[in-house]
């Protein structure tokens, strides 16, 4: 999945937990984040379970399988890419791109 339609996605998401819960979330920092993601994912499950929102847990689901299958695509690295991949670390290392914590 593009990142424009995991954007999408995560705007649906971001307005759908606005009106319900009035939590303010960070679309960008969702499509790319997959830490985030999770946190975002598991309070909507939590909230639409307790609140009994069936379009919430709906949307919620397909948010996580989109993360999930984008984790997995995410580990897969080609083997002729290795000097990439090193140098890709160093880069993350320098530069951490994580969700820290839980949400507010």
Known sequence: MSISEK?????RMH???LRKTGRVTDTE????NHE???????FAFDYAEREHHDDLAEL???MANVMQSSRAQATYRPSYAHSDLQSGLRHEAANPMRYIGGIR
């Open 36 to 42: 985030y993601a999770e946190e975002i994912i598991r």
């Open 60 to 62: 919620a689901q397909k």
């Open 29 to 32: 920092w969702m499509a790319r």
């Open 15 to 17: 307005v759908m937990l």
């Open 7 to 11: 954007m999408a996605l995560a705007a």
